[in-house]
């Protein structure tokens, strides 16, 4: 498997071997599907939480009597049937939103979305990329003469330069390869690789 290396011109200079088992995999929307529903649920929090008929404030008084009214028995007012009453099932912030995922599982998932980034001319790899200052318009310039502007950038390390110089920008993200995660993959038009990302990647991946 071979990725296409650009230089800062945005202009296509040479390819860079890269591991069919990261890179070249066959697509599994399945395993890709479970994947983002995982982390989606582990990233949620309990904290709603709801009343159940225990907690309502409400007298434990039966509304009327049981016979001769016409109108169905009732116990007490705080019962889910009906308005202002104890919910039935209600959430409560212990409740465990959390998914399970097999490493290999999570591996095979991350590089088939990789896989399927390269197939579709959505990756590309750079040498490196750095800034001198931590300057957004600086980097900004980077950015256009790639001809890049909703992009991700995975690269080996973040200094403080690129970090302060990208946290600025409108759907630019730069991160570390442990930082990488399934929806930014999806959802950022470009995915931007630094040779020593690729490598990074396929040692965690591969």
């Known amino acids: 498997m071979e990725l296409n290396v650009l230089n800062e011109q945005g202009q296509e200079t040479s390819k860079v071997a890269a591991s069919d088992a990261v890179f070249g995999r066959e697509y599994n ?57 104890g919910r039935a099932f209600p959430n409560s912030p212990e409740e465990n939103f959390s998914h399970k995922m097999n490493k290999k599982a999570y591996r095979a998932a991350m590089a088939s979305i990789l896989s399927k980034l390269a197939a579709d001319g959505r990756l590309v790899v750079l040498p490196s990329i750095e800034v001198e200052s ?47 995660d399934p929806l930014s993959l999806i959802f950022y038009s470009k995915v931007v690789l630094t040779q020593g990302a690729v490598a990074k990647l396929e040692e965690m991946l591969g």
Do not use: C
């Not at 007298?59 to 001769?68: A, E, H, L, S």
């Open 134 to 180: 931590p300057k957004t318009k600086e980097f900004a310039n980077k950015l256009k003469a790639l001809g890049m502007d909703n992009v991700m950038i995975v690269t080996e390390s973040v200094s403080d330069n690129l970090y302060l110089a990208s946290r600025n920008l409108k759907n630019v993200l730069v991160v570390e390869p442990r930082y990488v």
């Open 29 to 85: 929307e399945a395993l890709v599907h479970q994947l983002v529903v995982a982390y989606q649920a582990n990233a949620r929090q309990g904290t709603r939480a709801q009343l159940s008929r225990e907690f309502v404030h409400h007298t434990t008084k039966k509304p009327w009597r049981q016979k001769g009214t016409g109108r169905a028995r009732s116990g007490m007012s705080s019962s889910p049937v009906w308005r202002g009453g």
